[in-house]
């Protein structure tokens, strides 16, 4: 699997609620083969996916591993907390 599919497949995981699942086991996959320095969209993307999928705590931990932050990074982040009506968490 290479970036390209994992964004193709986390994009659509993140319309999917309520598969948690094989969201972890692509984070997984994703952290094991060191994939998040390589490549900011695809870390973009778990932030977007996790974020979707109400798991704000784990969309916080992607973040937080990106080596470099880009506006699409913070903008997935903030769009998380905003979709669950935690708006002081977005500000900060």
Not at 11 to 35: A, T
Not at 80 to 88: A, K
Request: charged share 25%; with cysteine; aromatic share 6%.
């Amino acid at each position: 699997m290479n970036s390209a599919t994992s964004i193709c497949i986390l994009k659509s995981c993140g319309n999917i609620k309520g598969i948690v699942d094989i969201n972890n086991q692509f984070q997984n996959e994703i952290v094991r083969k060191s994939l998040l320095r390589e490549n900011i969209t695809l870390g973009n993307a778990l932030i977007d996916m996790f974020g979707k999928c109400d798991e704000l705590g784990k969309a916080q931990n992607i973040f937080e591993e990106l080596p470099v932050r880009d506006d699409i990074s913070w903008n997935s982040l903030i769009a998380g907390y905003v979709r669950r009506e935690l708006c002081h968490e977005a500000l900060n």
